[in-house]
């Protein structure tokens, strides 16, 4: 697979809580060097990260993160000022509480508000895959594709482990059709990135394939 196809499908990702300015201003150089799908970033940065890039990449920013039980009200308010400081894409984590108790209705009206709120910009679901039994993935599947979401994603990476081929492959098999498939955490190489995108993964959340791309130690994210 050529590695261009392979950056399309990127955000890449820079999410740890000691980034500066400098370290935002690097990936996303390297993210339009490399044209990759978007930069994702931490949204105290947004604003600034846009007014650097302009229209020359799309800036991902993530909501209720990385443990997702923020009130809906807060998630929102989280998402309309990303979306009001330039952001066109929102990775927004569940409340995984909500989903141990069964409550899938709550999950639902959560991922509802938060795609009414960014109306025509990308909404990306992350269900934290390493914490969840197979039964609750695939309910996650149903849930994400009955709210209207424009992904579900995999992992946060700030958990015990990201994506894996199986979590995809299950999707792949219980995701609506309108529903696209985001593998995130852990993509320590272009061999695994290629085999995520083979089995149906539309975006790949990752720091180590530029890193990889540039001769770095492919360390992180």
């Avoid at 390493?130 to 594709?145: D, N, R, S």
């Avoid at 149906?200 to 394939?209: F, H, V, W």
Wanted: proline share 1%.
């Amino acid at each position: 697979m050529d590695k261009k196809v392979i950056f399309e499908k990127v955000d890449h990702t820079l999410l740890t809580q000691t980034a500066t300015w400098a370290d935002i201003k690097q990936i996303c150089d390297d993210a339009i060097a490399y044209q990759t799908a978007s930069v994702c970033i931490p949204p105290s940065f947004v604003k600034r990260a846009k007014e650097y890039v302009g229209d020359k990449m799309a800036v991902c920013t993530v909501i209720g993160f990385p443990n997702g039980y923020n009130t809906t009200a807060v998630k929102e308010f989280e998402t309309k000022d990303a979306i009001a400081n330039g952001a066109s894409e929102i990775d927004m984590v569940i409340n995984l509480g909500d989903l141990k108790d069964g409550n899938y209705d709550a999950i639902e009206a959560e991922i509802k508000t938060l795609k009414a709120a960014c109306g025509d910009k990308i909404l990306k679901v992350i269900i934290e895959t390493c914490l969840l039994t197979e039964e609750e993935k695939i309910k996650m599947c149903e849930v994400v594709t009955s709210a209207g979401a424009d992904y579900i994603k995999t992992s946060t990476g700030f958990s015990t482990s990201g994506a894996t081929f199986e979590d995809i492959a299950l999707f792949a098999k219980h995701i609506g059709e309108n529903v696209k498939m985001k593998a995130a955490g852990g993509i320590s190489s272009f061999a695994d990135a290629e085999k995520f995108i083979e089995l149906g993964a539309d975006r790949l959340g990752t720091s180590r394939i530029v890193k990889l791309a540039k001769n770095e130690q492919a360390t992180g994210y």
